[in-house]
């Protein structure tokens, strides 16, 4: 049997990979946290847009998918602000490949904008749309759209779905960082991108079906989330001793206040505890909720990211 | 762990077709980018980061030397470099180098001085060496010299009237290890040591870091012993590289290394393990040793070293049991506790015991090439006055260079037989170079003139009065190099680019100072390379061919008694001594006596020091390229300790000795690999010089911390490794 | 024969002796940026004293058979060429640094000009018939390099008859990189 490794020692000390990796600041966990509200917001509205309504939806939901676009170009902007090679981000667009989440990101993207800006204007309201034809003239686009009103908020929906796995699958394929080997970031990051997404709509005026649905669905949604994290976690602890590793970073290591204090508890616990009193005591709903939840969102992404390039195979015997 | 494997193949069949087509837009990405540092022409030359002369290949492009390279046609590189030898070019572009000649304006150390032409400088030193000469004499001058272009200035110091030349490389380094091994074979081993550590089957180490020890050749040999399956034992306090691969790691208590080594004598001659035949021949004393060691069993060195007594007889056996192809390694550094010539002795002793001189996988018979003299140029005129290298009336019997600190204590007037007024300092920087630095300071502000030849502002240079700045070893062309060794060849060094700023080669300046002081007829040719290849054609070599290969190869000759090279021992009984009536004669131990050694205080521990791969003392730690990897020195200590200390591994902390004198911060590297009572750090850190930018306060200064030292009543060299320091957070 | 080449580097970690000419050498032929390497020295001990155990080597990238590096790399900057040497084409890389977390052995770097960096197997040498900076420089002959596929290689036949392993087996890479023990 070998005896321990006691002392290992490496002359390598290249910028950003050691002592550990940090490659990924902040701008990558906005990124992934606009890139998951984006998507919340796309699922959200095609299907609170699903069935036409009598009277025009609130005003948020009628630009939400305009909205969620301002926010998926800010998002961009911020995947921008990352590159280390700025003058080469055409090159996203002069390959795809099929292997790599950043491909197929970079092309869901780009795809994303036509649908969500023709499903953003079949969703104006009357209002909304004569004053926009007034300055535009979209008025065959949008005859055009109006016919395929179904369609295109499938296609939203379905970007939507795509956007919000891509954003888990992006670190989940990255299996050389062992906190992130782990399959249940996918549908995390999904749900957690949904929550924002509702979250995100709480913060509006809407009325009170739109309102008392997009609560339930956020609850359902952090219910599911704090289930995922704990088949994570219950994932790690069997995953041998990468596993170990990972799930130590989480319970008793360099990220475990952060984690527990502000996507547990102030991302999830006190966002649903909150919810729960306000649809039971039939409370108005105030931005404290929302804005936690968001927070919440925010901090995921940013703890899992700096978590992970943490843990490495440097770290395994 | 296969996920990803799994992700990619969900991933592919939900995302369906699209994966059939694998790029939009395919671009040839086939080639490497070529990063262009080929040259377009290389210089064959050889390394100067360190003495051991590798020969270099160095790239150049656009006058630029773009990276350095092994010469495969030379003996010593043999294609590859250790690492301070790919780092020349850190040294030719290190934005510190000295541009220009300089005179001191302020008070000595305070390292103010004025940038003058070469001129001034040169008349200046001219004339104050002829003032000394008429005042003192010339023998009042003496030369510190380390580095292969100081025989230049060696040859005019000669010319002048002085043969004071003295090198911290003898009386701090190899001496000991030459008087010994000198005692009992008859020669001293040199440089490089002529030994076979490619062919051994067997080999100890006693200290010796090979592998941070970097000699090139040394290294390479000592890798291929390994590979063939040679038996490793290393004695070392310290869990060495060397260590790293043994088969004995004998973690000796340090300074004790002589009762092992009388244990191990003891165990051969008891066990019939040595060569009967060989010693039979060859040798004269084994009685008196077999008395001397009688009592000296591995169940007493045990108590002295620490050491198991099984440990003791078992690695004696491996090493004896390879014989004659076995060596334990005469070591290099050897100035350690004051008794060191006794100890080499005593190495020498088991090497004998062992057949191992003048046997493959031992030691053997160096051959050499000639090449003549470059013709016309005089006898020195004067016969040598004896250099006052030692206190009045002291006596080294055995020293056969010069001691460089006994030239410096020289200068302290009265003390020695006479004094020393002017120092010339080639390439050694004695303020980190020599122990008890206040005394060198001390000496250096009774001198008369210090000049300074060098490349960089090293801390010598500080003190000096007149810098004259060397163009370095790419620069420069440099005499003909002929090195016994077990091939015969000669090397030579040739300028790969025009020297940096106003810097001259040391043929030239010696020369300058030659014409200046009426001494011209000794340089007679124009230039080095002028000279240089006079010198080879006189000897009949193919010029061109030595120009482009760097080097000339003679035939093989046998180095090895089994071979046909004669047994030869010049001691006075013509047979390899291993009772030294020489010894008895000049009242000294004619065998190898053990001392204990003192022990630390409370508190303290013993000061080791030694060297790192990528460095060449203090020589290098300015040199950028070669800090990309080793930047700053640690101090070694046991983790146990360390521990009980409450201190962490990383901790910045400072060692104070037993005089009071106080390092600068170091990190504390607390490890397994070093015993409980010494601690260890790489020499050469610690620098003060305001113009090594790079290298000043980085880590902690061993040689600041050798106040004390004991000196070898055999040839008076300096035992360094007798002071104790105690650890505090810096 | 005609069969497909498989570049590898074999070290030999009971020769290295950690001195890290490899390093330098590697980064004066390919002219590294300061402070980043595209070899290192990772050097290893275990046991307590005085009962210890080293062992060192000289890392670099593994040139993977599966190298998640390419998978993950969106534009192809990251790609494999003859001999299965990964490279990265500077101006197809976005510097969005998929590769560097991709890679289990953290090879890679981002370059100061941008695109990311890394071992190249010194390709521009081996097109030329020569062998890598760093088994060239090596004074312990720790380093060799060739063709796996060739049984006459000397990198076949040290694989043949000597102990080796790969680091980290487990991430399913394939590591082109072995070491003898
Ligand atoms: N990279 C590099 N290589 C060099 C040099 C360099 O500066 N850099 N310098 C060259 C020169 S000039 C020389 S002289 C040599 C010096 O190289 P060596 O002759 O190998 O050096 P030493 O200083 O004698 O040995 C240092 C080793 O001895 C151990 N040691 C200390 N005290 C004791 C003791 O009491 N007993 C025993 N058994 N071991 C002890 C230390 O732990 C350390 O491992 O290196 C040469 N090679
Ligand atoms: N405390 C302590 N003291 C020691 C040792 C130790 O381990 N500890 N080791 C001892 C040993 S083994 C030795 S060999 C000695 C060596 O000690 P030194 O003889 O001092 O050797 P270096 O440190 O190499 O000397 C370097 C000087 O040469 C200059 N130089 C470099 N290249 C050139 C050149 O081309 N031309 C000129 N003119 N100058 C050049 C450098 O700038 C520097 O000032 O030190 C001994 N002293
Ligand atoms: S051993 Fe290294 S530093 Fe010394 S001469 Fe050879 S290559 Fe140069
Ligand atoms: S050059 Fe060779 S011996 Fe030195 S560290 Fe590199 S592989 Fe090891
Ligand atoms: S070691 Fe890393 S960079 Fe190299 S091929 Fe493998 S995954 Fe890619
Ligand atoms: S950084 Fe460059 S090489 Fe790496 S994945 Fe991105 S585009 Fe590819
Ligand atoms: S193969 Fe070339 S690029 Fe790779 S580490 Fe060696 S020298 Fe550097
Ligand atoms: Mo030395």
């Known amino acids: 049997m070998l005896p321990t490794l006691l002392e290992q020692t490496t002359t390598r000390v290249n910028a950003e990979i050691d002592p550990a990796l940090h490659i990924w600041g902040w701008e990558i966990a906005v990124y992934l946290f606009l890139g998951g509200l984006v998507a919340g917001l796309l699922i959200l509205s095609a299907l609170l847009l699903w069935r036409p309504r009598e009277q025009p939806p609130s005003r948020i939901l009628q630009f939400a998918p305009l909205v969620a676009l301002a926010l998926l170009s800010l998002g961009m902007g911020a995947l921008f602000l990352d590159l280390a090679y700025k003058l080469h981000v055409f090159r996203f667009y002069t390959a795809f490949r099929p292997t790599s989440p950043m491909s197929w990101g970079a092309w869901i993207l780009v795809l994303i904008y036509p649908v969500a800006a023709l499903s953003g204007l079949v969703a104006l309201g009357p209002d909304a749309r004569a004053w926009l034809l007034k300055k535009l003239p979209l008025g065959k686009v949008l005859a055009w759209a109006e016919g395929k009103r179904q369609a295109l908020l499938g296609a939203t929906l379905a970007g939507g779905v795509g956007l919000g796995i891509y954003t888990g699958l992006l670190l989940g394929t990255l299996t050389a960082r062992i906190q992130w080997n782990t399959a249940v970031l996918g549908p995390l990051f999904l749900t957690s991108g949904l929550s924002s997404g509702a979250a995100f709509l709480l913060l509006f005026k809407l009325d009170e079906v739109d309102r008392h649905r997009l609560v339930r669905w956020d609850m359902l949604a952090l219910v599911v989330e704090a289930v995922l994290i704990g088949a994570m976690l219950l994932g790690f602890a069997n995953a041998g001793a990468a596993g170990q590793l990972a799930a130590e970073a989480l319970l008793g290591g360099a990220w475990t206040a952060s984690f527990w204090s502000l996507v547990v508890v102030m991302g999830i616990a006190v966002p649903l505890l909150l919810e729960g009193i306000e649809i039971k005591k039939h409370l108005p709903l105030v931005a404290v909720t929302p804005t936690l939840v968001l927070l919440g969102g925010l901090a995921l992404r940013a703890v899992l990211l700096a978590a992970g390039q943490d843990s490495g195979f440097r770290m395994l015997p | 762990m296969q996920r990803r494997e799994f992700i990619k193949i969900t991933g592919m069949t939900a995302l369906g077709v699209a994966a059939a087509s694998s790029a939009v837009l395919p671009k040839d990405s086939q080639a490497a980018v070529d990063p262009g540092t080929d040259g377009d022409h290389t210089v064959a030359t050889f390394c100067e980061l360190c003495f051991w002369k590798c020969g270099v290949l160095a790239h150049v492009k656009d006058g630029k030397v773009t990276k350095i390279v092994g010469n495969p046609d030379h003996p010593l590189s043999r294609g590859a470099l250790c690492p301070r030898g790919t780092g020349g070019t850190g040294l030719l572009y290190d934005p510190d180098r000295l541009k220009k000649p300089m005179i001191r304006v302020g008070e000595r150390g305070q390292q103010k001085f004025k940038e003058v032409e070469w001129g001034e400088a040169l008349d200046y030193v001219a004339a104050k060496l002829k003032d000394i000469a008429a005042k003192h004499g010339p023998e009042s001058v003496a030369m510190f010299a380390h580095g292969f272009g100081g025989s230049f200035f060696k040859h005019l110091l000669n010319a002048y009237g002085s043969d004071n030349v003295g090198a911290p490389s003898y009386a701090q380094c190899r001496g000991a290890r030459e008087v010994g091994f000198q005692l009992t074979f008859g020669t001293a081993l040199g440089s490089p040591e002529v030994i076979d550590l490619e062919n051994s089957r067997a080999i100890a180490l006693i200290g010796s870091h090979l592998g941070e020890n970097m000699h090139n050749t040394q290294v390479q040999e000592f890798a291929k012993a390994i590979e063939r399956g040679a038996q490793l034992i290393v004695v070392d306090p310290r869990f060495s590289t060397a260590a790293g691969k043994a088969r004995h790691w004998l973690p000796i208590k340090p300074g004790t290394d002589m009762a092992l080594l009388l244990a191990w004598i003891h165990v051969m001659l008891n066990e019939g393990l040595y060569d009967r035949d060989y010693i039979e021949k060859y040798a004269v004393g084994l009685e008196q040793l077999k008395a001397h060691v009688a009592d000296k069993t591995p169940e007493w060195a045990s108590l002295e070293t620490g050491l198991e007594a099984s440990q003791i007889v078992d690695s004696i056996r491996v090493l004896a049991g390879a014989r004659p192809a076995a060596l334990l390694h005469p070591g290099r550094h050897t100035a350690w506790y004051g008794d060191d010539a006794q100890r080499a002795r005593a190495m020498a002793i088991v090497n004998a015991l062992l057949g191992s001189y003048g046997r493959r996988g031992g030691i053997y018979y160096p051959t050499k090439l000639g090449v003549p003299k470059y013709a016309g140029i005089p006898d020195y005129p004067h016969k040598f006055k004896p250099t006052p290298d030692k206190p009045k009336g002291k006596v080294y019997p055995f020293a056969d260079e010069s001691l460089a600190h006994g030239l410096r204590d020289a200068s302290i007037p009265g003390t020695a037989d006479y004094d020393i007024k002017a120092w010339l300092v080639y390439g050694t920087n004695l303020i980190q170079a020599l122990p008890e630095p206040k005394k060198t300071i001390e000496a250096i502000q009774h001198l008369d003139l210090l000049v300074a030849v060098d490349v960089l502002p090293a801390e010598i240079v500080g003190y000096a009065d007149v810098i004259l700045p060397e163009a370095t070893y790419l620069e420069r062309w440099d005499d003909v190099v002929v090195t016994p060794y077990k091939e015969q060849y000669i090397a030579i060094r040739q300028a790969a680019v025009k020297p940096l700023y106003d810097s001259k080669p040391g043929w030239w300046i010696a020369k300058e100072l030659a014409n200046r002081l009426g001494l011209g007829a000794y340089f007679p040719w124009n230039d080095a390379a002028e000279m240089v290849k006079a010198r080879l054609a006189a000897g009949k070599f193919d010029v061109d061919a030595v120009l482009k290969q760097g080097v000339a190869l003679g035939a093989r000759k046998p180095v090895f008694i089994e071979d046909g090279a004669p047994a030869v021992f010049a001691t006075p009984s013509k047979k390899i001594e291993l009772f030294s009536q020489q010894l008895a004669d000049a009242g000294l131990d004619p065998l190898p006596k053990y001392t204990p050694p003192d022990e630390p205080g409370a508190g303290q521990f013993r000061l080791l020091m030694g060297r790192t791969p990528t460095h060449t003392f203090g020589r290098t730690t300015n040199n950028r390229f070669l800090s990309e990897v080793y930047s700053d020195n640690e101090l070694w200590l046991n983790a146990q300790v360390a521990r009980e200390l409450g201190l962490e591994n990383g901790t910045q902390v400072r060692v104070v000795n037993q005089d009071g004198v106080k390092s600068n911060a170091l990190r504390l590297k607390a490890t397994q690999r070093i015993r409980h009572d010494c601690v260890f750090m790489v020499h050469g850190y610690g620098h003060s010089a305001a113009g090594l930018n790079f290298a000043k306060g980085r880590g902690a200064d061993d040689a600041a911390l050798v106040t004390r030292i004991k000196v070898d009543p055999l040839f008076g060299g300096t035992g360094m490794s007798v002071n104790f320091v105690a650890i505090e957070r810096a | ?181």
């Open chain 3, 1 to 181: 024969m005609n069969r497909e080449k498989r570049y590898v580097m074999v070290v030999d970690t009971r020769l290295c002796v950690g001195c890290k000419a490899c390093v330098l050498a590697c980064k004066a032929e390919n002219n590294t940026p300061d402070g980043f390497c595209r070899d290192w020295i990772v050097e290893d001990i275990w046991g307590l004293f005085p009962n210890l155990r080293a062992e060192i080597r000289s890392e670099r990238c593994n040139h993977c058979s599966n190298a998640p590096c390419v998978d993950a790399c969106p534009t192809g900057a990251s790609h494999k060429v003859d001999g299965g040497i990964v490279l990265v084409d500077h101006d197809l890389c976005t510097g969005c640094k998929a590769c560097i977390a991709s890679c289990p052995y953290d090879a890679r770097y981002v370059h100061p000009d941008g695109y990311v960096d890394k071992c190249t197997f010194c390709a521009h040498r081996v097109a030329d018939g020569k062998t890598t900076a760093c088994v060239a420089i090596c004074p312990t002959k720790t380093l060799h390099f060739g063709d796996a596929n060739d049984p006459q290689s000397e990198v076949a036949q040290l694989l043949a008859s000597r102990r080796h392993k790969v680091l980290h087996p487990e991430t399913g890479c394939e590591p082109n990189l072995y070491f003898l023990t």
